[in-house]
Structure formats: structure tokens, C-alpha cells
């Protein structure tokens, strides 16, 4: 279980006001599909995926983005318990989707660059640390039912 301290809790509340959801949620997402592309057959419903262009204006995966980025914040709103709170939906991505857990790993790494790419300098190495060290937190809960 990963402790934050009140500090590292400011900092995460911080960068996540300065998030706007609707745009870094699919661009995120976008670049996880185009940076790795084998993450699309996840994501066959969403329809063509089979070129930059078409992964770049495919309006169901902009919306997905914006619900896994959401999502996010319930971490963000209980940072003490976000294992719990990831409980259902890892469940759901293990038994159900079988999604490879990696690939939330690559999904937190393109958050973090998305958000670096919109903060620019105040998205220093000290932010950035404790950023990474909330989304570990968040891809250990949601790879914990992977067990």
C-alpha cells in the first residue's frame, strides 16, 4: 500500500485541476494506440484503428479517453484507498476483456507525457515524481485482481 505524504497529496490535486479531461483523456489514449500499436485489439468495437488518421479522429475512442481519464479522479478524490476503489473495474479488465496488464503501465506513461506536453515547465521533476508515483498507485490497483 503506497503512503502519500500531505505534501505529495497537494501536488496530485494540483496537476489534476490543471487536467482538462476532455482533451487529455483521448489524446492519451490516441497516443497509447499510435505509440503501441498492438493495444488495438482492445479496442475492435471502437471501429477503424488501422492507421494514425483514423485513430486520431475516431470519435468513440476520444470519448473512451474521457472516461478513462475520469475515472482517474476517483483516485485522485481517495488516494488512501485507490486499490479498493480500482477493485471492480480491474476485475472487469482481467475476467472479462483480458486486458494485457502492461498495458496500463503504457496507458499511465502517456498520461504522464500528455500532461507534461500541457503543463510545460511546471511539470518540473519533483511534480513529476509524485505524479508517478500516484499512477503506480493507480496501475497496481487496476492489475491487482491479475493475481
Request: aromatic letters at 10%; proline letters at 2%; a negative charge.
Amino acid at each position: 500500500m503506497v503512503k502519500f505524504t500531505e505534501q505529495e497529496r497537494d501536488i496530485v490535486r494540483a496537476v489534476w485541476e490543471k487536467v482538462d479531461v476532455d482533451e487529455v483523456g483521448p489524446e492519451a489514449l490516441i497516443r497509447v494506440l499510435i505509440t503501441y500499436p498492438w493495444t488495438e485489439r482492445y479496442f475492435g468495437i471502437f471501429g477503424d484503428l488501422f492507421s494514425i488518421s483514423a485513430v486520431s479522429t475516431n470519435a468513440k475512442l476520444a470519448e473512451h479517453g474521457k472516461v478513462v481519464l475520469r475515472s482517474l479522479g476517483r483516485a485522485v478524490e481517495d488516494m488512501d484507498n485507490i486499490k479498493n476503489a480500482y477493485a471492480e473495474l480491474s476485475r472487469l479488465h482481467c475476467e472479462k476483456i483480458h486486458v494485457d496488464p502492461d498495458n496500463f503501465r503504457l496507458l499511465a506513461d502517456c498520461i504522464t507525457i500528455t500532461i507534461a506536453c500541457k503543463l510545460k515547465s511546471t511539470f518540473n521533476s519533483n511534480v513529476q515524481a509524485t505524479w508517478q508515483k500516484f499512477l503506480t498507485a493507480v496501475v497496481e490497483a487496476m492489475t491487482s485482481q491479475y493475481n
